[in-house]
């Protein structure tokens, strides 16, 4: 197989190839990568922001780029479908580094947008863009970018991620510009660099321990490896992943999708909340 064709652009197999060289690499080295990229788009921009989710990889973003410009912009996207122990971590972490820290809410919030539009998938690479991430996160975070007149977003995105973000770290590399995000078009071109895009976890981690900076307590509180919406259905394992840390908000999510037990894989017959044991009996409406 040459390539892999994606929107009716051909990407080819040295593209994926130089990402897994890129991630092979030594943290000392995706330091200096992850360093040059910020440096090349912060001295072509003006008015950049760092969009820190809570979640490790855009801490680390926002880390590396405070090192390089202390008083860059800090946008939080307070999609409302956060732990809350997410929003407390970005407030108080923004009081404490004294940033210049923003954060905005979206006009809707989670469960009416579902309702209407439906969960989103798994397979975004495949479906696009879920309705309910424009909503609750681009549009929002479009729309604060007009107003500021931003003309560069540092994310945390990694091509380890999902498919999605494996394919735009392919076709587009660790600084690039773009005229709109996901599918909100942008009044002028900006520059966005993914200064983590090639880093694997491990490296988040070891870099986190290194500089000993303060990390999202939900990591640790819940035994999880993303901290984004909780009641996020777009990402493989999210079911067994609500099952034991909110099984609450899973019911309700299977009272609305029209399913009324609780799916487990073949070799699995309960699932363990903390020390607790949650039966079929628990999810019973």
Known sequence: MDGYIKGGETLEYEQFESIRREQR???????ETSINAIKEGISKSKRPCVAFSGGKASLVALHLTLHLKPDVMVLFNNTTNEF???VKYVRDLARKWKLRFYEVKPKLNYWHIVKKHGFPHQQRYKFGE????????????VEFYRKKHIDCVITGIQA?????????????????????IGNARLPRKIIRINPVCYWLDKDLWEYIERYNIPVNPVYEKYGIDRC???ACTGYFGWEKELARIRPRILERIYNMMGITQLKLDEETEEIRVRDNKVTLDDFDS
């Not at 690499?25 to 330091?31: F, G």
């Not at 999902?162 to 590399?173: C, D, E, F, N, P």
């Open 228 to 230: 984004g919406c909780v």
């Open 160 to 180: 380890s991620e999902s498919g999605a973000r494996l394919l735009l770290t392919a076709q587009k590399g660790i600084i690039f510009e773009s005229e709109s």
């Open 25 to 31: 690499k030594t943290l000392d080295e995706k330091i």
């Open 84 to 86: 809350h122990e997410t």
């Open 130 to 141: 879920p309705k309910c991430c424009q909503i609750l996160k681009t549009d929002p975070a």
